[in-house]
């Protein structure tokens, strides 16, 4: 079993910042990929940001240049860096991991953690 835990979110006034973090925590897991989603009110979730096979970030396109996706290997550690935020981007945003446990692909989410962004 893995846990993933979000931490960092918060109301914030529009053009400011903050910064997400996800921990994942457990034991016999590698992890394959990570990755951040968000779902704003009567919304689907969407994509933010997520580490594709090849290794690189794709970033949705209303994110580009304002959000950084990171990750710390040796704490099993990712992190959104979130800039000139928008009234737009409030939403929960959600944490996702891959990860291989015994040979076996499993895929897990964080509880989410709320951002507001107040115009």
């Known amino acids: 079993q893995v846990q993933l835990v979000e931490s960092g979110g918060g109301l914030v006034q529009a053009g400011g910042s903050l910064r997400l973090s996800c921990a994942a925590s457990?034991?016999?897991?590698?992890?394959?990929?990570m990755g951040w989603y968000r779902q704003a009110p009567g919304k689907q979730r969407e994509l933010v940001a997520d580490?594709?096979?090849?290794?690189?970030?794709k970033y949705a396109e209303v994110v580009k240049g304002r959000f950084t996706f990171s990750r710390n290997n040796a704490n099993n550690t990712v992190y959104l860096g979130m800039n000139s935020l928008k009234p737009e981007d409030t939403a929960v945003y959600y944490c996702r991991a891959t990860v291989t446990i015994r040979a076996l692909q499993y895929q897990y989410w964080g509880q989410g953690t709320q951002v507001t962004v107040s115009s």
């Open positions: 580490e594709t096979i090849a290794g690189t970030i």
């Open positions: 457990g034991s016999g897991f590698s992890i394959n990929s």
